[in-house]
């Protein structure tokens, strides 16, 4: 089952603008994650937020957490061409045997 | 250092038939998985081993699928026999501790494995 769930699906921007990726997950979590997909380099790990950090960044990227609304969003400021690809957010729970479970995906195109 | 290697890249087999996929994980990295991406869709978690043991496969449909990860470093996934939606990429990664912890996952470049 996949407890993420990225919104949009897809999104397509001009280079230089700012793309905002959403993720809702429905059970409780230790940890986030961010990860990217694209044909080239094939799946990333982008940036990790814990379930007491409220906010991260790295590089063009920042990552929020809202615990209470159980979701998270990702920010690419300044996109480039070569920020093409799906992004998908992994939640890690305290339950469980410690797996990471992913989301659908959000497919971002950026036009030069 | 060296990333995930996963063997073959692509594999073209007919229903019915039976495949096998090979994974070996960033050296030290004590936790591996094999996922399963189907098109448009998110890695589907199959099997998750900590070292040579098996930590969770609740996901892996047993009657036809199987995976060893022998002397706790490389690992195969099998499928006997192959359905028409077993079609997808599979993905083999490792980390050095679970993942679900906050521990970062490092991803192969996959297996895109068609059924005809």
């Known amino acids: 089952s996949q407890q993420g769930e990225e919104d949009p699906q897809a999104l397509s921007i001009q280079e230089g603008e700012n793309a905002t990726m959403n993720c809702s997950y429905k059970?409780?979590?230790?940890?986030l994650q961010w990860y990217r997909q694209n044909s080239g380099r094939g799946l990333v790990h982008l940036i990790l937020?814990?379930?007491?950090?409220r906010e991260k960044h790295s590089g063009r990227l920042r990552v929020t957490l809202d615990t209470s609304k159980k979701s998270s969003s990702l920010l690419i400021t300044a996109s480039r061409a070569a920020d093409t690809a799906s992004y998908f957010c992994?939640?890690?729970?305290?339950?469980?045997?410690?797996?990471?479970?992913f989301g659908k995906g959000t497919m971002l195109l950026v036009s030069p | 250092e060296a990333g995930v290697a996963q063997s073959p890249r692509y594999k073209i087999i007919e229903k019915r038939q039976s495949v096998a996929f090979w994974c070996n994980p960033i050296?030290?990295?004590?936790?591996l998985y094999w996922y399963q991406q189907i098109l448009g869709q998110g890695p589907k978690l199959l099997i998750q081993f900590q070292n040579n043991g098996v930590v969770d496969d609740s996901q892996l449909p047993k009657d036809r699928f199987s995976a060893e990860r022998l002397k706790g470093v490389d690992s195969t996934l099998k499928i006997q026999p192959a359905k028409l939606e077993d079609s997808a990429v599979y993905l083999c990664a490792s980390s050095l501790g679970a993942s679900g912890m906050g521990e970062t996952q490092y991803f192969g470049p996959g297996t895109r494995l068609l059924v005809l």
């Open positions: 937020i814990r379930s007491n950090e």
């Open positions: 059970t409780s979590i230790n940890n």
């Open positions: 992994a939640t890690g729970s305290f339950s469980g045997y410690s797996t990471l479970t």
């Open positions: 050296s030290g990295h004590a936790t």
